[in-house]
């Protein structure tokens, strides 16, 4: 199995960037998807899932109404649309999945899923 990130990069505060996942090595069709990002210093933090049967989503407080997370099934990718992206939203952006469904309570837990990629560092200049 394989997640490879890709889409990270230098933006100026208040601009934009997408993030992809391409998925391979296994079917995630009822599965949960998942960004998780780590500043220098900090903590990885969930930011936002997605149930790929579905299409459920679920964002962090500090994204929501700024980011959208979606999911191509075609082409077994998650994609991470980032808008009006601050300096506070500097990280490496993991991507992480789980082959069945990941419950509500363990979506925000890292220990929820069983694969992760590589990660792509977004920097965001004030």
């Known amino acids: 199995v394989q997640l490879q990130a890709s889409g990270g990069g230098l933006v100026q505060a208040g601009g934009s960037l997408r993030l992809s996942c391409a998925h391979s090595?296994?079917?995630?069709?009822?599965?949960?998807t998942a960004w998780f990002r780590q500043a220098t210093g900090k903590e990885r933090e969930f930011v936002a899932a997605?149930?790929?049967?579905?299409?459920?989503?679920f964002y962090a407080d500090s994204v929501r109404g700024r980011f959208t997370i979606s999911r191509d099934n075609a082409k077994m990718t998650v994609y991470l649309q980032m808008n009006s992206l601050t300096p506070e939203d500097t990280a490496v952006y993991y991507c992480?999945?789980?082959?069945?469904?990941?419950?509500?309570?363990?979506?925000?837990?890292?220990?929820?899923?069983?694969?992760w990629g590589q990660g792509t560092l977004v920097t965001v200049s004030s």
């Open positions: 992480t999945a789980s082959g069945q469904r990941v419950i509500t309570s363990m979506l925000q837990n890292p220990n929820g899923y069983a694969y």
């Open positions: 090595g296994r079917t995630f069709s009822s599965g949960t």
């Open positions: 997605i149930r790929w049967s579905g299409g459920n989503t």
